[in-house]
């Protein structure tokens, strides 16, 4: 069993895809066992995307995460960081596979309607950024 971090960007809760982009989750083996829905301050997305400072599209990103409602979730099953990234689809929606979260919902490579960990190192840090132990039940 893992766990892993997931965010719903401000691009699908502002399109009422809260429901449908965890159901996604649900129907591939993920539970959720952590969830809240928070509006991230700019320093709150500069700190959490700190690895990409130096990248040309770091404004833009933190622009975008602060733009609307997120809502930040753990993840937890058999391999779910791995299966976490499958279900979300290649960061580019024009790259991404039939049926993942991005084929089907994301609206550009910066509006991609979903965050998640790339690592279990970084799951772990990630979802410290946003929860306590205690609000996280599985
Ligand atoms: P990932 O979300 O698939 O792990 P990363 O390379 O870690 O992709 O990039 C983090 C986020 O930065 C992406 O999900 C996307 O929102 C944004 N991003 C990545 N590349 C670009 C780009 O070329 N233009 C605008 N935004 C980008
Ligand atoms: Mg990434």
Known sequence: MQRTFSIIKPDATRRNLTGAITQKFEDNGLRVVASKRIQMTT???????????????????????????????????????????????????????PGTIRADFAESIGANSVHGSDSLENAGIEMAYFFNEDEIVG
Do not use: C, W
Request: a negative charge; aromatic letters at 8%.
């Open 43 to 97: 320093a709150q997305a500069e700190g959490f995307y700190e690895v990409h400072k130096d990248r040309p599209f770091f404004g833009e990103l933190v622009e975008m995460m602060v733009s609307g409602p997120v809502v930040v979730q753990v993840l937890e099953g058999e391999d779910a960081v791995a299966k976490n990234r499958e279900i979300m689809g290649a960061t580019n929606p024009a790259d991404a596979a």
